[in-house]
């Protein structure tokens, strides 16, 4: 084939795919970065520091894993796991674990499904626009003092653990 063809045949096809947009195999959303992930935990073990708590403090994204967790020095083992459930658990479900505690008190199996925690303590992470990015789960306090300590966390973001309103 010549030169000349060869020209001929890429200019023919650069005029033939100019009038084509590329398609995105993927929608793009906003994530959990360790940045802020790290600030959650930060603010969680600030706050709990200041109430004389000794906490496990858990942060997983949307996904489901693990983005930070801090034993505080003097916290229960036993609430090690407690915490990652109730991240786990807000990071699967864009709501407060506090509402699976109240719903286990008249129906005790909802307990025994995945990703539930049927404990006060975790709650859900959005973005300013009300994305579901993840969770962050707190234990080794009281219930609602822990619920009290992630959103604390949270608060030391730019994020938020109340889902905004939609927007009309």
């Not at 992930?37 to 000794?54: F, L, M, N, P, T």
Request: hydrophobic letters at 45%; aromatic letters at 8%.
């Amino acid at each position: 084939m010549s030169r000349k063809t060869i020209n001929l045949m890429l200019g023919l096809a650069s005029v033939a795919c100019a009038g084509f947009t590329p398609v995105t195999a993927q929608e793009m959303r906003p994530i959990l970065t360790t940045t802020s992930a790290k600030a959650i935990v930060a603010g969680c073990e600030a706050y709990a520091a200041d109430k004389g708590w000794r906490l496990n403090i858990a942060v997983f994204d949307q996904g489901k894993n693990l983005m930070a967790f801090l034993r505080m020095d003097g916290a229960q083992l036993g609430s090690v796991d407690i915490a990652q459930w109730k991240a786990n658990a807000a990071a699967a479900f864009p709501r407060p674990t506090k509402g699976a505690a109240e719903s286990a008190r008249t129906f005790p199996a909802i307990g025994h499904a995945p990703n539930i925690a049927v404990f006060e303590g975790g709650e859900a992470i959005f973005t300013s626009d009300g994305v579901h990015i993840g969770g962050v789960g707190v234990s080794g306090a009281r219930g609602f003092e822990d619920a009290e300590c992630a959103r604390a966390g949270i608060d030391q973001t730019e994020l938020t653990y109340a889902k905004p309103p939609a927007a009309n």
